[in-house]
C-alpha cells in the first residue's frame, strides 16, 4: 500500500502563488508517476498534472487549464512530488489531492486526502 499526505493549501488571492507538496510513504516502488488532481464545489474531479517516474522519470503532463502557470516536479530522494501553482485564478480553488499510479492505464490508483485551495478574487 502506498500513503499520500499533502500539504500547503490554503487562502491566496487571485493572481497570487501557492506551493502543494505530497510526501508518499509505504510501497513507493509500485509507483509509476504521481500527480495532483483536484475539485471544486458542484464540479467533477478532474486531472490536473502528472509526472512520470522510472525510466520516463521528469516527464510531465498538465490539463490545458492549468498550463504555462502550474509546475509539478518531484524530489526521489524525499519520496516527494510539488505542484507549484502560479497566476492563480478563482476557478482554481479546491480541494486538491496527490495522486499515485501503478501502471500506465492513467487511472490513479492511490489517493491522498487533499488539500484546500481557495483563491479570494
Known amino acids: 500500500q502506498v500513503q499520500l499526505v499533502e500539504s500547503g493549501g490554503g487562502l491566496v488571492q487571485a493572481g497570487g502563488s501557492l506551493r502543494l507538496s505530497c510526501a508518499a510513504s509505504?510501497?513507493?516502488?509500485?509507483?509509476?508517476?504521481m500527480g495532483w488532481y483536484r475539485q471544486a464545489p458542484g464540479k467533477q474531479r478532474e486531472f490536473v498534472a502528472r509526472i512520470l517516474s522510472g525510466d520516463s522519470s521528469g516527464v510531465t503532463e498538465y490539463a490545458g487549464s492549468v498550463k504555462g502557470r502550474f509546475t509539478i516536479s518531484r524530489d526521489n530522494a524525499k519520496n516527494s512530488v510539488y505542484l507549484q501553482m502560479n497566476s492563480l485564478k478563482p476557478e482554481d480553488g479546491g480541494v486538491y489531492s496527490c495522486?499515485?499510479?501503478?501502471?500506465?492505464?492513467?487511472?490513479?490508483?492511490?489517493w491522498g486526502q487533499g488539500t484546500q485551495v481557495t483563491v479570494s478574487s
Open positions: 495522486v499515485g499510479y501503478s501502471d500506465y492505464t492513467g487511472v490513479p490508483r492511490h
Open positions: 509505504g510501497s513507493i516502488f509500485s509507483i509509476t508517476a
